[in-house]
């Protein structure tokens, strides 16, 4: 079993840039399909970014779509979320999460997921 940790999030500027990052131990995230979900207060957990289990497939949220990028290093330990152009709309707690056995249709669905880190806080404001 894998255990998760965020770490990159703070208060920023809108039209700022972050790296979120996801850390693995227990194991690699090797074998894994793994997303980044956010969740505001009052307001339901929503789908970043994620890929398959071997990286086959890429997918991304419509909200966050052309500003975010997820990607991960080549020892499998690591899962960053790149995040360009923050939007004061983007300000919520982020996880990432990370499971086995998750079907490409589900990789958006945070039901799918067994794992999951404690989240990082991402304020945007002026």
């Known amino acids: 079993q894998v255990q998760l940790s965020e770490s990159g999030g703070g208060l920023v500027q809108p039209g700022a840039s972050l790296r979120l990052s996801c850390a693995a131990s227990?194991?690699?995230?090797?074998?894994?399909?793994v997303g980044w979900f956010r969740q505001a207060p009052g307001k339901e957990r929503e789908f970043v970014a994620g890929?398959?289990?071997?990286?086959?497939?890429?997918y991304y949220g419509d909200s966050v779509k052309g500003r975010v990028t997820i990607s991960r290093d080549n020892g499998w330990n690591t899962v960053d979320l790149q995040m360009n152009s923050l939007k004061p709309e983007d300000t919520a707690v982020y996880y990432c999460?990370?499971?086995?056995?998750?079907?490409?249709?589900?990789?958006?669905?945070?039901?799918?997921?067994?794992?999951w880190g404690q989240g990082t806080q991402v304020t945007v404001s002026s």
């Open positions: 999460a990370a499971g086995r056995g998750v079907i490409t249709s589900s990789i958006g669905n945070q039901d799918a997921y067994a794992n």
């Open positions: 227990g194991s690699t995230l090797r074998g894994y399909a």
């Open positions: 890929y398959s289990r071997n990286g086959g497939y890429t």
